[in-house]
């Protein structure tokens, strides 16, 4: 069974830096990229940040230049670096894992999450 386990999220002030973790365990086919969501209230989940294999990253407009995706070699813990953190980043962020399946659509793994709430 595939699990998700995130950690590093809390409360800080505008300006300040966290530095978010998953751990990622259990038997999986390859993994094809890792992310990170964002759930706000009232909103949608949206991306934050992904890494598809081979190292390529993705950010959304709103945290590019401020965060950080990266990974170990085996893809056992993902990192999401988040700095200059505004009110507007205060969410439930969710770890994503996203493999290969045999119907060849992928399997999608997630999270429990973690709270980011910035304040002013």
């Known amino acids: 069974q595939v699990q998700l386990v995130e950690s590093g999220g809390g409360s800080v002030q505008v300006g300040e830096s966290l530095r978010l973790s998953c751990a990622v365990s259990g038997t999986m086919r390859r993994i094809k990229a890792v992310g990170w969501y964002r759930q706000a209230p009232g909103r949608q989940r949206e991306l934050v940040a992904t890494m598809i294999t081979g190292g390529s990253t993705n950010y959304a407009d709103s945290v590019k230049g401020r965060c950080t995706i990266s990974t170990d070699n085996a893809k056992t813990t993902v990192w999401l670096q988040m700095n200059s953190l505004k009110p507007e980043d205060t969410a439930i962020y969710y770890c994503?894992?996203?493999?290969?399946?045999?119907?060849?659509?992928?399997?999608?793994?997630w999270g429990q999450g973690t709270q980011i709430t910035v304040s002013s």
């Open positions: 994503n894992v996203q493999t290969d399946s045999w119907s060849g659509r992928p399997n999608n793994y």
